[in-house]
C-alpha cells in the first residue's frame, strides 16, 4: 500500500510493507481449499500410485508377505487370453454404446424441446429409467430376454420367428448388454443435450426462416455449432463410463456365454475378490486406466480441433 500526503510545495510518498494483518487473508483462503484437497490427495491421488505399487506386487489378501515382482504381472496379463478377451469385450461395448447413447440422446432431445405437458412427461418417463439401480434394470432385462415366456420372445412368436436365447448366445449376450445399458442411461445424454438446446437463441432460428433456410440447413448452421461443447463432455463422459462396465454383465450374463461378455471390471473383480490375486487384479486396472485415459484424451483432443475450426 502506498500512502500519499500533500503538502502545500511537495507530495511524498511512504511505501508501507505487507503486515501479518494483509497476510492472513491469503491463509484464510487456503484453509478453504484445504479440506478438498485433503479428500483430493486421499482418495485419488493416494489410491492411484497405491495401485500402481501393488500392481508390481506378488500379493495376497490372506498372506501379509507380498513379494515384489516388478513388471511379472503386467506380462502374465498380456499373455492371458480371458483378459485380452476382456479387453476386446469392453472395447467393443464401448464402440456400440456410446454413439447409441449420442444419436439416440440428441435425437430424443430435439423431439422434446418443447414447452408442452406432453414434452414434459416424456423427459420425466426417459430420465426416469436412470434413477433406477443396476439390480432393477437387470431383473427387468432378464424377464424381456426369457427365451421361453419373455415380451421379446413374445413378440418375435407373433410375427413367426423363432425365439433367440439372447443371454446364453454367444454373439447376442454383449449386445444384449449394450441395449438394457442405453434404455437404462439414455435419460442422461438427452437431458444434456436439452439444456444445451435450450440455451441456442431463438433468433437464430427465426433468421434463418426469413433466409428460407431448410430445418436440415439449420440443424447443421445453427443447432450443431452451438452445442459441440455438449456433445464433446457427452462422448467423454460416456466413454470413461462405458468403460466401467460391471453390474449389468455380472447380474445378466455372469460374463459368458464362455467369456463373450466378461468386461475388464468384471475380470478384475474376479482376480481380487474370489482369487484372491490383489496384485494381478492391480495391474490389470492399471490397463483399465490406461486404455480409459487414451480412449478420453483422443476424443477430447479430436472434438477440439473440430469445434476451433
Known sequence: MTDVTLSPGKATAAVKRPTGASIG??????????????????LLVYPLF?????SMLQSDMFDDTSKFAGLANYYRLFNDKVFIGSVWNTIWFVVMTVPAFVAIGLLLALALNRSDRTSATLRAIFFGTSVLSVTIVTIIWKMMYMPGNGAIAGIMRFFGMEPLAFTTTASLALPAIAITTVWWIIGLPMMLFLAALQQIPGELYEAAALDNASRWRSFWSITMPSIRRTLLVVVIYEIVAQFQLFGQALLLTQGGPNNASRPIVLFIYEQGFRSWNLGYAAAASEILFIIMAVAALAQFFASRKRVEE
Open 25 to 42: 487473508p491469503r491463509w484464510s483462503n487456503a484453509l478453504f481449499v484445504a479440506p478438498y484437497l485433503a479428500f483430493y490427495l486421499a
Open 50 to 54: 497405491k495401485g500402481i505399487w501393488m
